[in-house]
C-alpha cells in the first residue's frame, strides 16, 4: 500500500504558483520523498526528492516539514504544460531489492488559462 | 539520466494472442522494473527484471501470464500471453539509478486487446 495521502484534484490558475501537499505521517527516517509527475499518455517524469532540507531545482521546489511528516510541491510559475498527475512517493534512497517504489493514486492538477 | 526507448509505443491485438513488449536502456543499469498502468489507474509494479536470472514478481503477476527476459544490463523484454480484454493497458519499462535512486521510464507502450 502507499505510504503517502494526496487530494485526489486541485486547480491553479495560469502563471500562478501550485502548492501541492502530500502527507506521510509514518515515514521512517532513512526515507526520502519523491515526486514524480504523468503527462497525459507519457511516462512519468522524476521531478524532485529530499529527505529533510527544503530542495530546489529548475522544475520545482520542495517544502518538508520540520516532523517530515508532510511536504509542499511547488511549482512557482505554473503553465498549461504542467497539468498533470502528480505522485508522491517515499522510499528509501539506496537501492535494494525488495523495497519498491509505490505509486499511489496522485493529484490530477488542471492549469487553467 | 537514462533514456529509456520502448517497442511497440502502441498495438492493438486480438484475444488469445501474445505481445512481446521490448526495452532498450542507452547505459548499463542494474534495475529494470515492469509497471502496469490500467484505463484511468495509477501505476502497479509487475515485477523486476533480473539480469542472468528469473524475473521476481509482485502479488498478483505470475511468470506464465507475464515472462520477462534480461539478457543483458541494458535490454529488457515482457511478454503479455493469452490477452484478454483485461490486459488493456499501459505497460511501462522503469530503471533505476544506483546512486541517486531516481526512477526513470519509458514512454510506455499502449496494448489495446479486442
Known amino acids: 500500500d502507499a505510504k503517502t495521502t494526496q487530494p485526489p484534484s486541485m486547480d491553479c490558475a495560469e502563471g500562478r504558483a501550485a502548492n501541492l501537499p502530500c502527507n506521510h505521517s509514518?515515514?521512517?527516517?532513512?526515507?526520502?520523498v519523491y515526486w514524480y509527475r504523468q503527462i497525459h499518455s507519457q511516462g512519468p517524469q522524476y521531478i524532485i526528492h529530499?529527505?529533510?532540507n527544503n530542495e530546489t531545482n529548475e522544475m520545482a521546489s520542495l517544502i518538508i516539514t520540520e516532523d517530515r511528516k508532510s511536504s509542499t510541491l511547488i511549482l512557482p510559475h505554473a503553465t498549461l504544460r504542467d497539468t498533470a498527475v502528480y505522485y508522491c512517493?517515499?522510499?528509501?534512497?539506496?537501492?535494494?531489492?525488495?523495497?519498491?517504489?509505490?505509486f499511489g493514486p496522485g493529484t490530477r492538477l488542471s492549469v487553467l488559462p | 539520466s537514462a533514456v529509456i526507448s520502448q517497442k511497440p509505443s502502441r498495438d492493438i491485438c486480438q484475444r488469445g494472442t501474445s505481445l512481446t513488449i521490448q526495452c532498450q536502456v542507452d547505459?548499463?543499469?542494474?534495475?529494470m522494473f515492469w509497471y502496469r498502468q490500467q484505463p484511468g489507474q495509477s501505476l502497479t509494479l509487475i515485477a523486476t527484471?533480473?539480469?542472468?536470472?528469473?524475473?521476481?514478481?509482485e502479488s498478483g503477476f505470475v511468470i506464465d501470464k507475464f515472462p520477462i527476459s534480461r539478457p543483458n544490463l541494458t535490454f529488457s523484454t515482457l511478454t503479455v500471453s493469452n490477452m484478454s480484454p483485461e490486459d488493456s493497458s499501459i505497460y511501462l519499462c522503469?530503471?533505476?539509478?544506483?546512486?541517486?535512486?531516481?526512477?526513470?521510464f519509458g514512454e510506455g507502450s499502449r496494448l489495446t486487446v479486442l
Open positions: 512517493i517515499v522510499r528509501v534512497a539506496e537501492v535494494t531489492y525488495g523495497q519498491n517504489f509505490v
Open positions: 509514518t515515514i521512517s527516517g532513512n526515507e526520502y
Open positions: 547505459s548499463q543499469v542494474t534495475m
Open positions: 527484471a533480473n539480469q542472468g536470472s528469473e524475473a521476481t514478481y
Open positions: 522503469s530503471v533505476r539509478q544506483v546512486y541517486t535512486g531516481e526512477l526513470f
Open positions: 529530499g529527505l529533510k
